[in-house]
């Protein structure tokens, strides 16, 4: 089955809305992280968040281990938050990232 | 976070040839993985470049196509041989430390284009 699952696939946000984003995985991967992924490739770690709580500045993050979810949640979005962001999470037992399709944000003035 | 530091970031290359990207860590650490990202999708694991072994490839990825060395901590080089217009791709190269509760960090990656 999927191991991780993002969704939505696609956002269109007015700058200045608010969004989440939500990833879903199994029990076969722990130690979530979300990445943002900019128009040139880069890929930017946002948030290590195996569990709990965390906020960096517009940007904070939830994940209910128990539950096998993790959001993300966008504040205040302006045109820069566009790209696509990616939920990933360690298979257990390995050492490898497992990621999961990613939700396309586009943000307009 | 360690700085990785990924050449070149982007090339064009004919079919047939091959091309070497190059992965360079400030610091030690214990793991070091590629990852190609194809066109509107997400990123797949190529392999963990071992340090001073052959690496240990993914399903679906054979050493021919893709040699990897890693001969330090801090160094990883993976080959893109004989390429086709299929493996235009993002590859990116990411470290993490074995055992450890730590993120993994990925460097700017190599956008490829065949033609």
């Known amino acids: 089955g999927i191991q991780v699952e993002q969704s939505p696939p696609d956002l269109i946000l007015q700058e200045g809305a608010n969004s989440t984003l939500r990833c879903n995985f199994s029990?076969?991967?722990?130690?979530l992280q979300w990445f943002h992924q900019n128009p040139w490739g880069q890929l930017i770690n946002l948030f290590y968040?195996?569990?709990g709580t965390k906020q960096n500045g517009r940007l904070s993050a939830t994940t209910v281990a128990t539950e096998r979810y993790s959001l993300l949640y966008i504040s205040s979005s302006q045109t820069t938050d566009s790209g696509v962001y990616f939920c990933?999470?360690?298979?257990?037992?390995?050492?490898?990232?497992?990621f999961g399709a990613g939700t396309r944000l586009a943000v307009h003035p | 976070s360690a700085v990785i530091s990924q050449k070149p970031s982007r090339d064009i290359c004919q079919r047939g040839t091959s091309l070497t990207i190059q992965c360079q860590v400030d610091?030690?650490?214990?793991?070091m993985f590629w990852y190609r990202q194809q066109p509107g999708q997400s990123l797949t694991l190529i392999a963990t470049?071992?340090?001073?072994?052959?690496?240990?490839?993914e399903s679906g990825f054979v050493i021919d196509k893709f040699p990897i060395s890693r001969p330090n901590l801090t160094f990883s080089t993976l080959t893109v041989s004989n390429m086709s217009p299929e493996d235009s791709s993002i590859y990116l190269c990411?470290?993490?430390?074995?055992?450890?509760?730590?993120?993994?960090?990925f460097g700017d990656g190599t956008r490829l284009s065949i033609l």
């Open positions: 968040i195996p569990s």
């Open positions: 990933a999470g360690l298979l257990r037992g390995y050492n490898k990232l497992i």
């Open positions: 029990d076969s991967v722990n130690n």
């Open positions: 990411s470290v993490g430390m074995r055992g450890s509760n730590q993120p993994q960090h």
């Open positions: 610091s030690q650490v214990t793991m």
């Open positions: 470049a071992n340090q001073g072994s052959e690496a240990t490839y």
